[in-house]
């Protein structure tokens, strides 16, 4: 299991076409991918597009990304890089 904190540095946070990237992305990999508010615990299924939602995450939260499975090292990467780019939106 890997865990790393990521902040939101897109202006527009975790909407919905950052969201479906996310999902999409995350539906790439076997293993389990889960996001955690840090601020309020709230945690969500990244490969699921209502649940990524439902974190309301805007600019600046920081989410704690756990992956748990047999490709867990390149599903960390390929998120890390996502949350870097700002989502394509920089």
Do not use: C, Y
């Not at 293993?31 to 805007?58: P, Y």
């Not at 989410?63 to 998120?79: K, P």
């Amino acid at each position: 299991m890997l865990e790393r904190q990521l902040e939101i540095i897109n202006a527009l946070g975790l909407h919905a076409r950052a969201a479906a990237q996310l999902v999409r992305l995350s539906g790439r990999f076997v293993s389990r991918i889960t996001l955690k508010r840090t601020d309020n615990g709230v945690s969500a299924n990244a490969k699921s597009i209502l649940s990524v939602l439902h974190l309301a995450a805007g600019f600046g939260i920081d989410l704690v990304v756990i992956v748990d499975g047999d490709d867990e090292a390149a599903a960390i990467e390929a998120i890390e890089q996502l949350f870097a780019t700002g989502f394509g939106e920089m």
